[in-house]
């Protein structure tokens, strides 16, 4: 069967504020579950994408495999299998599970446990019912656990809208953040190292998909791999997750930007500048975290520092807005509703082949660069930075669409492809990072302290200049893998 969720993050005192507001007109059932979630040593289920675990309700016992990640922004649909069991050992014997737990059955141990006092109401949300039920407790593995505070709406009946109809209205009581963890995730990260900065990973992709549709996948990711990054935020001033945080941001916008020419969707120009808004609001605390790593002098040191914690401190304050949380509500809707996927009459659009797609967007942007960049040593700064801009479409389009290219011969080119890509990139943020400084420096009222001036040499750029014309040359040799 299929399970259709939508998870919220909330913080203890939001729980508390909504628990005392309470409003959905009726009062909760309330219950207390431990649920224990099993796997091999190995952990070949989670590597699978696969959950399994045995909740206790009193003296129910609840049997529930789980297969895809639901947490993503992109569908809130997962495949599920609950059945009622006996005793807290799995029971394999259901043949549309077998071939997901498949070799393991033998080897099943408990490898973390969650407990929540969950409260839980039926919602009439327009022509929609909807179960939400509010879990406060933690997940334990091990010696470690963590706090566990979400609310979880399931659409029993009725559309998509509704949910985030819903979701909106629990926002205006409390700040609510999509969720993109699945209990099952949070258990699997307390087994592991302490969580910091989230890279951006590979997106599945296949040339069966049109472009609207591979659309959607990488921007779920985008928007996923942004907010695992603003939850270490949330908790430190971490340099390196605060980077992904505008990674994930910029690759979101360029996904926009080359897509552009899919939609006629009014929402999509609000949503495109809604995120040119937050990167922006990240953009100071970023731009000092780099000066910071070149500065020698002790005293500019110490003055850029107080600055840094301002800036952090304007980033914590713009993540934390109704406008950031409302953007992330607004895009996983307008991602998952698909509605901008059919035309007023209900005909399918943007049906072009995503590898098709993908091919046109990769030649135009490839052309643009290796002609941009013919006389890049005599550039403006302004122009290199738009040269600087092109090539960051281009190396998140190369990584975007990469899985869309399969045979050997196309993968050792991606693979090159990308290393010039990033040595390319390379080369423009440092020449980038040297004709803003000046600037970034007098707006932090530091261009008269001693070591400023060092970070700006005349000598520093004719060296980059020519590093960075080798390697446009470099990058316009490697063969495209997309040809």
């Given at each position: 069967?299929q ?10 005192s ?17 219950v ?35 297969s895809g ?42 490898v ?6 969950r ?33 979880e ?32 995730d ?9 969580t910091g900065a989230t ?14 549709t ?6 779920a ?9 603003e939850?270490t ?12 945080a505008?990674?994930?941001l ?5 996904l ?14 609000h949503?495109?500048?809604e ?7 990240l ?10 790593k070149?500065?020698t ?13 301002d ?13 950031a ?6 895009l ?5 509703m ?7 009459a ?17 030649d ?27 090539a960051?479409k ?15 011969k196309e993968?050792r ?7 010039a ?15 803003t ?16 001036q ?25 063969k495209?893998f997309?040809?």
């Amino acid at each position: 069967m299929q399970q259709t969720e939508l998870k919220l993050e909330l913080s203890q005192s939001g729980a508390s504020s909504l628990l005392k507001q309470n409003p959905f007109d009726s009062s909760p059932t309330i219950v207390r579950q431990r649920s224990v979630f099993f796997d091999t040593g190995g952990r070949d289920l989670s590597k699978r994408g696969v959950s399994l675990c045995i909740r206790q309700s009193g003296n129910e016992r609840i049997q529930t495999v789980k297969s895809g990640d639901g947490s993503a922004a992109e569908s809130f649909t997962r495949d599920e299998w609950p059945r009622p069991v006996t005793a807290e050992t799995p029971v394999i014997d259901d043949p549309e599970i077998l071939p997901l737990v498949a070799g393991t059955d033998e080897s099943l141990a408990p490898v973390f446990e969650v407990h929540v006092k969950r409260h839980r109401w039926n919602v009439a949300e327009g022509d929609a019912t909807i179960e939400v039920a509010l879990d406060i407790g933690k997940v334990v593995a091990a010696d470690r656990e963590a706090p566990l505070c979400e609310i979880e709406l399931e659409m029993k009946t009725g559309s998509l809208a509704a949910l985030f109809a819903l979701t909106r209205k629990l926002n205006l009581i409390t700040p609510a953040h999509i969720g993109v963890l699945s209990k099952a995730d949070r258990g699997y990260r307390l087994l592991g190292p302490a969580t910091g900065a989230t890279k951006a990973t590979i997106t599945p992709l296949s040339a069966e998909m049109n472009a609207a549709t591979a659309f959607a996948q990488i921007a779920a990711a985008c928007i996923r791999q942004f907010r695992l990054n603003e939850m270490t935020l949330s908790w430190s001033d971490d340099t390196d997750a605060l980077h992904q945080a505008r990674v994930s941001l910029r690759r979101l916008r360029s996904l926009f930007s080359i897509s552009k020419s899919l939609f006629a969707d009014s929402r999509f120009d609000h949503m495109r500048d809604e995120l040119r808004w937050l990167a922006s609001e990240l953009g100071d605390a970023r731009n000092i975290d780099v000066i910071l790593k070149n500065t020698t002098s002790e005293e500019l040191s110490s003055r850029l520092q107080e600055a840094r914690s301002d800036a952090y401190g304007a980033v914590e304050a713009a993540l934390s807005s109704v406008r950031a949380r409302a953007l992330m509500i607004d895009l996983a809707e307008w991602i998952s509703m698909r509605d901008w996927r059919s035309d007023e009459a209900g005909e399918a659009v943007l049906v072009l082949p995503s590898k098709r797609f993908a091919s046109r967007v990769l030649d135009k942007l490839w052309k643009k660069l290796v002609k941009g960049g013919r006389n890049l040593i005599d550039l403006d700064d302004e122009s290199r930075h738009e040269l600087r801009i092109t090539a960051k479409k281009l190396r998140y389009a190369a990584e975007f669409f990469g899985p869309l290219y399969k045979s050997k011969k196309e993968i050792r080119r991606h693979k090159r492809f990308i290393g010039a890509m990033e040595g390319l990139q390379d080369q423009l943020g440092s020449l980038n990072d040297l004709a803003t400084a000046p600037d970034m420096l007098s707006k932090l009222d530091v261009a008269d302290v001693p070591g400023a001036q060092d970070l700006f040499c005349a000598d520093d750029k004719v060296k980059l200049l020519h590093d960075a014309a080798e390697a446009h040359g470099t990058f316009a040799e490697a063969k495209r893998f997309w040809r």
